[in-house]
């Protein structure tokens, strides 16, 4: 990666990433030519529930990198990736009777995820830093350790002493603010309870979330409103996924939706200097989404 952002970065976002080897091979295709710097996907990988006996699906996952995420030149295009339900077996912790908070426990429950991903290791979380421009944080809605306690008092140190830190983005699984599923959900209610004030103290432009298989983009919200000074939130994971209907579970609180497509799509982020821009491009090649739109003259 850069030094620093004299040239351009660009990354790709998603989650949600195999359901089929086709759908996500298609969406990989379609991202190879933007030659992206690195993705991040926000969980939901290879769908092996954290079954031993699912080993295959993760054959497949990497045989679909190798396939399509291999630039012209050689370069495997490097992945950043956060745990979601399907990389746990019995998806959160608290559904598990025998959880018992610590690494041996992950390692059982989530074997593929911990054995095969260097970052972010246990407990689930981490930091990546790219020189003093950029930090990714990957964090853990509930799947292999609570949102609460300890991660939630991390990433509040975590934020503060990237106060200094030009883009900061945050990216996990299940949604704040959900574009299908009702936004009642405990794992939604959680993540705006204990995360999402942080977001808003600390600033932050963009979030990215995933878990609801379409395209979503919010309004900037503060406090639970629409505000120009809020954040916005970006998924909603459909990378290689069947997408679902918009709306599906809440059709009266969709109040923070300002763009929803139902189209498996990756998210590409360029930043440069200061700039921020998001190009959503879906597995047929089309832009879907652009935001900040580009001034049209
Ligand atoms: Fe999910």
Do not use: C
Not at 51 to 57: I, L, N, S, T
Not at 62 to 70: G, N, P
Not at 182 to 204: A, C, D, K, S
């Amino acid at each position: 990666m850069p030094a620093d952002l004299a040239r351009p970065l660009r990354f790709a976002v998603g989650g949600d990433v195999r359901h089929s080897q086709d759908m996500m091979e298609r969406t990989n295709r379609a991202l190879l030519p933007y030659d992206p710097d690195f993705i991040v996907w926000g969980g939901d990988l290879a769908y092996d529930d954290g079954r031993p006996d699912r080993v295959d699906r993760w054959y497949e996952f990497l045989d679909a990198i190798r396939r399509t995420l291999v630039t012209p030149g050689g370069r495997v295009i490097p992945v950043l990736a956060a745990i979601g339900n399907h990389e746990v077996r019995g998806a959160y912790h608290h559904n598990i009777e025998d959880y018992a908070p610590g690494d041996a426990w992950q390692r059982e429950y989530a074997p593929f995820y911990y054995g095969l991903l260097a970052f972010p290791g246990h407990p689930g979380y981490g930091v990546m830093d790219f020189g003093g421009y950029l930090s990714v944080l990957l964090l853990d809605t509930d799947h292999s350790g609570p949102i609460d306690g300890a991660q939630t008092s991390w990433l509040a140190r975590t934020l503060a002493e990237r106060r200094n830190v030009p883009h900061v983005f945050p990216s996990y699984h299940v949604p704040a603010y959900p574009s299908v599923r009702n936004p009642e959900g405990n794992t939604h209610r959680r993540v705006r309870e204990h995360w999402v004030p942080l977001f808003e103290e600390n600033g932050l432009k963009l979030v990215f979330e995933a878990h609801d298989h379409v395209y979503k983009r919010t309004f900037p919200i503060r406090e639970g409103q629409v505000h120009p000074g809020g954040v916005v939130y970006v998924g909603d994971g459909a990378w290689g996924v069947s997408t679902r209907e918009i709306g599906r579970s809440h059709r009266e609180a969709t109040w923070y939706l300002d763009q929803g497509h139902a189209d498996r799509h990756f998210i590409l982020v360029t930043l440069h200097g200061a700039q921020q821009h998001l190009l959503v491009v879906n597995e047929d090649g089309q832009i879907i989404d652009e935001y900040p739109a580009t001034p049209r003259r």
